[in-house]
């Protein structure tokens, strides 16, 4: 993998083996609050013809409550652990696009299982994206415990370096989530051997 950068897709070093057949692994999308994973994930899945998985809304079903009323009844670290459980269960499954919630990258073992089974792409935002699309809804227990805007770029900070560490970056700026799509198909597509079929190659 080469070390190319440009403004709207980066495909960088990444710990794939270029040898190996990428075709089977999930596409696994991370990043803050608000950059999209979810509602470019399910159209991400649609474009490539992939089921669609949202690990929140896994979390969601499980426990019979909204990630906004498990924080609340249970706290976070219990919320943590079940984001942990729901992934490791969900990589097991079939070659999906899942979305993660965007604490989960934040735990070492949930990264360790997402470069043993996906490839992940790291979805970047600006501070004044990511806390305009947060605005829209009042359902990030992590943005009610304060100024929402200073939280957002607390957790930028916090989580940018450790989100740098994904397989590929796309930036999701102003505009339509197709855009979005578009890179990561575009990114995906620059990885060795993904998408290429025997008489491609
Ligand atoms: N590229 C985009 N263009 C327009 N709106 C977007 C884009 N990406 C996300 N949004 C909107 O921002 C809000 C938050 O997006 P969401 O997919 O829930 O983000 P995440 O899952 O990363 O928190 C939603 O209303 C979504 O439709
Ligand atoms: O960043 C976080 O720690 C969280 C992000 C949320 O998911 P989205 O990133 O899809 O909003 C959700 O998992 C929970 O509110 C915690
Ligand atoms: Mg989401």
Known sequence: MSKQ???????KTTGLDPAEDLDHRSIVLVG???AGKSSVGRRLATELGLPFKDADTEIEKASNLSVAEFFERHGEEAFRKGERQVIARLLTGPRQVLATGGGAYMDEDTRTLIAEKGISVWLRAELDVLYKRCMKRNNRPLLKKGNPR???KDLMDERYP?????DLTADSGEGPHEIVVGKIVSALASLPKHNRTASDQ
């Open 150 to 152: 200073k939280i957002l």
């Open 5 to 11: 950068r440009d403004d709207k897709v980066m495909s």
């Open 32 to 34: 803050l609050m608000g």
């Open 162 to 166: 450790i989100y740098g560490l994904a």
